[in-house]
């Protein structure tokens, strides 16, 4: 049976963890997290600083060594125990998740799936690192290559997906052999200590993933840049963080791996099945409330289906039930915050200032929690606000376009590359916009492109580096060249 939430929040540990002990911080500060649903306190955390960082930096270099010489099987299984066990408390782990940021339970349920995920494929990766051998071109040294763990990393995360963002960098890092300090969002970090524990039962050893929580996080991750300790630093959260973070590794000639902000296009062609695009739409726009990196921030609809696709989307965007996200039926739960909803607010009446017309919503509702109801604006303005920023909300702007060059231009109109969606029902002009489309990830007749199986991750400001796939456990490792003459 599911535990009540407040049972679960019971057993957590503090938001210190460091060498297999969950402590309070040095400095004795302390701090809230809220249910954005109702603005209730639902826990009190210690809140790290400078010293607790100190000791985590350190405890996961001198694991290092010990942690890289555990076999890759030993490794893989810990993952797959631990991939086991989220799945088995999925409704425990939902209910924590959407109390502390809002996401429907059935969204919630859906994030454990992908979360675990990682950590199942990742056990897979573990024992299928693979290294080279060859004579060099001139036959006189015999060249080989093997991959070890790059070191201690430094892992940060946002709180849109607080445990599949996660799980993404935890699941290499161990399947790589490396130690992590960890720094979940200060706004959800209830689900990853939750993941702590989850990784304990699974039986990783002490010291190998430590975590401090904190509302001070520069004070926290430039310390750990600065400790001279870790060997790579791997971020999910928005660009002019990254960017703060990349001049802070360059200090230290850090490895980085940036998962950085989007600004998606969602192509409708002429030639698009509507009912394929309206409920490709409402996956690329609604997930998550639209608090996705990979949402649908700009709507291009070929001119001669715009009116029939804005009617059929604002159709489906008014169906939909707004609430509590732990109530069962709930469709949208509220945003994070209230800075969340007035930047929403923002954007929308600058969007109809400059001529876009309502098609649903747009106006926020009274009453406690940071709600805001589904919306569809069309003829949109290329200069809205709402076209070069992430709107990270449930509004779907439409803009119309003529042709498919000009479709092309639009789309590749931003200094983001993250993902791109593009839905016709032919195939060679599908083709041709995943060809021109300048993203890392790009989605055809669909509207959420995202697996542990493949590669994620963006071009241009939207990141360097990519997740999961193939060459996800690359971010983790380094390769060594050992020659040795031919006698
Ligand atoms: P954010 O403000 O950049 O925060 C992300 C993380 O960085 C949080 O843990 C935050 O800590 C921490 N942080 C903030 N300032 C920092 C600093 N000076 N030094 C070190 N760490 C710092 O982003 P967010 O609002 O949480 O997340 C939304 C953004 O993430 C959006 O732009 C979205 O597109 C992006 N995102 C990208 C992906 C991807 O895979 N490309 C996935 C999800 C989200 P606190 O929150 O505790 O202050």
Not at 443 to 450: D, K, M, Q
Not at 473 to 482: A, G, N, P, R
Request: with cysteine; net charge negative; aromatic share 6%.
């Amino acid at each position: 049976m599911t535990r009540s939430v407040t049972d679960i929040i019971a057993t957590l540990g503090t938001g210190i963890h460091v060498d297999g002990t969950w402590r309070d911080a040095a400095s004795g500060a302390t701090f809230e997290v809220e249910n954005p649903a109702t603005g209730e306190v639902v826990a009190r955390l210690a809140d790290g600083g400078a010293d607790d960082a100190a000791a985590a930096i350190e405890t996961a270099a001198r694991t290092q060594e010990e942690w890289a010489a555990v076999p890759a099987r030993e490794r893989a299984e810990i993952l797959r125990r631990a991939y086991e066990l989220l799945v088995e408390r999925t409704d425990e782990l939902a209910l924590l998740m959407t109390t502390e940021m809002g996401k429907p339970l059935a969204e919630a349920r859906g994030e454990v799936a992908y979360g675990a995920e990682f950590f199942r494929w990742f056990s897979e990766e573990a024992c299928r690192i693979r290294g080279d051998a060859r004579r060099s071109p001139d036959g006189k040294t015999r060249l080989m290559v093997t991959h070890e763990p790059v070191g201690p990393c430094i892992l940060i995360t946002p709180w849109n997906f607080p445990l599949a963002m996660g799980t993404r960098k935890i699941g290499p890092a161990i399947a790589a052999g490396c130690t992590m300090v960890f720094k979940p969002a200060n706004l959800t970090p209830l689900t990853s200590l939750y993941l702590v524990d989850v990784l304990r039962e699974a039986g990783l050893p002490d010291g190998v993933l430590n975590v401090v929580c904190t509302t001070d996080a520069g004070g926290v991750v430039e310390p750990w840049i600065d400790s001279g300790l870790a060997r790579k630093l791997t971020f999910t959260g928005s660009t002019p963080v990254g960017k703060i973070l990349l001049e802070q590794c360059s200090r230290h000639v850090l490895r980085t791996s940036m998962e950085l902000g989007g600004n998606a296009p969602f192509v409708v062609c002429s030639d698009a099945d509507l009912d394929t695009a309206v409920s490709a739409a409402m996956a690329a726009k609604m997930r998550n409330m639209g608090e996705a990196c990979t949402a649908a921030n700009r709507i291009l609809v070929h001119r001669s289906v715009i009116e029939e696709f804005g009617r059929r989307l604002s159709e489906k965007m008014s169906a939909l039930t707004v609430g509590d996200g732990t109530a069962e039926g709930t469709d949208v739960g509220p945003l994070v915050e209230q800075k969340a909803v007035d930047k929403v607010v923002d954007l929308v009446d600058d969007a109809v200032d400059r001529g876009a017309r309502v098609l649903c919503g747009g106006r926020r509702g009274d009453g406690p929690g940071h709600f805001y109801p589904p919306t569809v604006l069309t003829d949109v303005s290329p200069d809205a606000s709402l076209m070069s920023t992430e709107i990270f909300g449930p509004v779907a702007a439409l803009v119309p376009f003529d042709d498919d060059d000009e479709a092309v231009r639009m789309a590749n109109d931003t200094e983001f590359g993250l993902v791109s969606f593009v839905i016709s029902e032919n195939l060679d002009r599908a083709l041709m916009y995943s060809e021109r489309l300048q993203a890392g990830m790009v989605g055809i007749n669909v509207g959420v492109v995202s697996n542990p199986a493949g590669p994620f991750g963006g071009i241009k400001q939207s990141g360097l580096g990519r997740e999961g796939g193939l060459t996800g456990i690359e971010e983790f490792v380094e390769s060594k060249l050992v020659a040795i003459p031919v006698r």
